[in-house]
């Protein structure tokens, strides 16, 4: 739970209010059920035909499956089904090119029904960016407003003291891999749509040792979709992007 010390107790009230519920992403390394919240692994399929194919017709990376019903409640999320992210299966992790996020609301768990293993598995492993399949589970919070958003200059603009402002942007400057809440960018925040609407993050996987997960160089990705296509349930316009140091 996020705490602010008594040194910044006059920007108390300020960084309350930009305060948003926000999942945590814990990884297991294990085998998983089809169904399962999973880092990697074999999603979610009743058919090798249904496996999206990306922009040169080649099957894209699966990434991650989060089962919406086994994660607490999050604004404007749905509350059940199972979303699924892919991207481009090339040596840059599908940067600057679409992903895609398939929403599957009702979903069979009869296993002799479903593929059981990858129909397409990666041919260069240490190509990946995590190194294991992962069981996902979840630890409800909630955050301020990153120190790597673009406002924070705003917020922290009245200190005149850098070191106490530079404490202030680490203590801002939440790291891990979630589902909403405020992203960490590696680098400069990314402008997500071109209405200038920052979008909300549907999901960021972050580094970490357990799933042997990491995008380059300790970088991240970030999956964000506008408000409104949330609501709708429609993933069909969703903002991909990773960086690292």
């Not at 009743?46 to 990306?54: F, W």
């Not at 790597?148 to 009245?158: A, I, M, V």
């Not at 040792?209 to 990705?221: R, S, Y």
């Amino acid at each position: 739970m996020f705490e602010l010390p008594e040194k910044f107790a006059d920007l108390k009230e300020t960084i309350t209010a930009t305060m948003r519920p926000t999942n945590i992403l814990r990884y297991t390394p294990a085998d998983t059920r089809p169904w399962e919240s999973k880092l990697g692994g074999c999603p979610y399929l009743t058919k090798k035909e249904d496996y999206p194919l990306g922009i040169n017709g080649e099957p894209m990376l699966f990434l991650a499956q989060i089962n919406l019903s086994e994660m607490p409640t999050l604004p404007d999320f749905p509350t059940k089904g199972l979303l699924q992210f892919y991207i481009e299966n090339n040596d840059y992790y599908g940067y600057d090119e679409p992903c895609k996020v398939v929403y599957i609301e009702n979903y069979l768990t009869d296993e002799s029904q479903l593929l059981k293993e990858h129909p397409y598995p990666p041919e260069e492993e240490d190509m990946l960016p995590y190194e294991r399949e992962c069981r996902i589970t979840f630890e409800t919070d909630v955050m301020p407003l990153s120190g790597t958003d673009e406002n924070f200059d705003e917020l922290s603009g009245h200190i005149e003291d850098e070191e106490e402002r530079e404490e202030l942007w680490n203590l801002l400057a939440i790291e891990g891999s979630r589902m909403g809440g405020y992203p960490y960018f590696i680098q400069n925040p990314v402008e997500v749509f071109e209405s200038g609407e920052k979008g909300i993050l549907l999901l960021q996987l972050d580094t970490d040792d357990e799933a042997g997960l990491m995008f380059g160089d300790c970088g991240n990705c970030q999956f964000f979709i506008a408000e409104q296509d949330l609501k709708n349930k429609d993933f069909s316009d969703v903002f991909y992007d990773w960086a690292c140091c």
